[in-house]
């Protein structure tokens, strides 16, 4: 007779503390997931006997390494490197990769812990992994940027490829340091393949990538919002972040005929009580993309703006929130900020932002609350639909990728209704988006590895 790991929520994360000692994200990701799961598994002792919680919460492998890369004043740097590969059990690995100064091994495993379950809500074959440096690339040259992204490869490239592990970009890591990589990949290997996805379109780049993690949050937002029966169009909105995901989020607020007033970077956020249009979205494209320059420079040049320095946008008043900028940058007391101020619903563009305590309060008030691992799995999703095109050696248009886009985030909006209502408000039934995300995620990468048996 089998032992059972039939234990509860709370003994279950001690033993996860106890094994993980000072990786506070990688704990309180799982906290959250293990919350819902449980419930979820109560009844099912299948789960508890194959120990099924406990192994996705320990990463098949973490890979770590040096990575030594010359300055452009000839002094040599060391920085460490990681691949998290957290589970395979539905597809290849595949998650992004992160260069910040923040970046620690319990990060990377919190992030890939949570893209296993995201990347399972997308409804394709892709299991889920994270990587990164705690390279800084803010201040580098480009030539600097390209010797240690060549450095990173040099060690990278043994542990990936197409049918195993294909990582993409995260925080740091654009479309620059994707050919830088992917340009080292191909020198090393001798093989074009897709091992990376968010490659420029001239050499196997997907449309709609760059797009597709701001426009999907956006798509997110809207489908709870038509589940309520409201909409984009009218509200005001307020978004973290000035990168990737917060540039084109704006974008699909803006053109849905929502009003963007706030963006923000690691100095502080801007306040544009006329709206952050599409004129102004541009020019911060260009600010970061090609300037990489901060935020603060908005107001020199859209005056009726106002800069906070070293402040977050959370105190401002809106109908809508999007954090897209980093885990952790909305806590308990901006959580409360926002229901008393009347927002009706947020979307995480980014991973993990609001903190176990915010996400309470969320939770507690009703609002329409989508969690990261859903409302940002867009990204995730055309990247799935980028390492299609490249096995077939074929490339799908913008339209198309846009209408597949436009469903599969309407397909993880219906699963996490499917596994989450609960409750009531305003005499409609409640959706708890975190535990139907939480639940749909689990319970397809869960029933994989019991077909498996014990591996
Ligand atoms: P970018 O590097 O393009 O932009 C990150 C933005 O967040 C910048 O404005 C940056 O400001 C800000 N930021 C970073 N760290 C901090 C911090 N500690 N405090 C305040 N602001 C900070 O990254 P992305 O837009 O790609 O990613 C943003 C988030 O979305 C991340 O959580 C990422 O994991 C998540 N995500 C991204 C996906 C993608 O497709 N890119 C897919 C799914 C999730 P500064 O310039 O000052 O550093």
Not at 159 to 182: K, L, N
Not at 305 to 327: E, I, M, Y
Request: glycine share 10%.
């Amino acid at each position: 007779m089998a032992v059972s790991d039939h234990v509860d929520l709370s003994t279950f994360m001690e033993g996860v503390k106890k094994r993980n000692p000072g990786q506070t994200e990688f704990v309180q990701a799982v906290q959250e997931v293990s919350q819902d799961v449980f419930e979820f598994i109560d009844d099912k002792e299948e789960y508890h006997e194959a120990q099924i919680l406990r192994r996705i919460a320990e990463p098949d492998r973490v890979v770590s390494f040096r990575v030594c890369w010359e300055d452009d004043n000839h002094n040599i740097r060391v920085q460490r490197g990681w691949r998290v590969q957290n589970n395979n059990a539905i597809g290849p690995y595949k998650g992004g990769i992160r260069f910040h100064p923040t970046v620690t091994e319990s990060i990377l495993k919190f992030l890939a812990f949570e893209q296993t379950f995201k990347n399972s809500l997308t409804g394709l074959p892709m299991g889920g992994a994270k990587g990164g440096s705690n390279f800084n690339p803010s201040g580098k040259s480009d030539s600097e940027v390209m010797r240690f992204c060549q450095s990173f490869m040099t060690e990278l490239y043994r542990h990936i490829g197409p049918d195993t592990d294909v990582p993409a970009g995260d925080i740091g890591v654009g479309s620059r340091e994707i050919g830088y990589m992917f340009g080292q990949y191909k020198r090393i290997t001798n093989r074009w393949e897709g091992v990376l996805t968010g490659k420029a379109i001239e050499y196997g780049g997907s449309q709609m990538r760059p797009e597709a993690t701001g426009y999907g949050a956006v798509y997110f937002l809207q489908n709870m919002l038509q589940h309520a029966g409201e909409d984009i169009e009218g509200k005001t909105a307020l978004i973290s972040g000035s990168g990737n995901v917060a540039t084109h989020a704006a974008e699909k607020i803006t053109q849905l005929g929502g009003k963007v007033l706030t963006m923000s970077d690691s100095d502080g956020f801007v306040h544009d009580p006329d709206g952050i249009d599409q004129e102004k979205i541009d020019w911060i494209k260009r600010l970061k993309n090609e300037r990489r320059g901060r935020i603060s420079e908005y107001v020199d040049h859209f005056t009726d703006a106002t800069f906070h320095q070293g402040k977050r946008p959370w105190n401002v008043s809106a109908d809508l929130a999007l954090p897209c900028a980093t885990q952790n940058e909305l806590n308990e007391d901006e959580a409360k900020a926002l229901v008393t101020d009347g927002v009706i619903a947020v979307s995480e563009g980014a991973n993990m932002p609001t903190t176990l305590e915010g996400v309470k309060v969320f939770q507690d008030a009703k609002i329409m609350y989508g969690p990261g691992k859903a409302a940002n799995a867009g990204g995730v999703a055309v990247s799935g639909l980028e390492m299609s095109q490249n096995s077939e050696r074929i490339s799908w248009n913008q339209e198309k990728l846009g209408d597949m886009l436009t469903n599969l985030m309407e397909d993880i909006h219906d699963k996490c209704v499917e596994y989450g209502e609960e409750g009531k408000r305003d005499g409609q039934p409640s959706i708890n988006y975190v535990k139907g995300a939480n639940i749909a995620g689990f319970k397809k990468v869960a029933d994989a590895m019991l077909a498996f048996g014990v591996v």
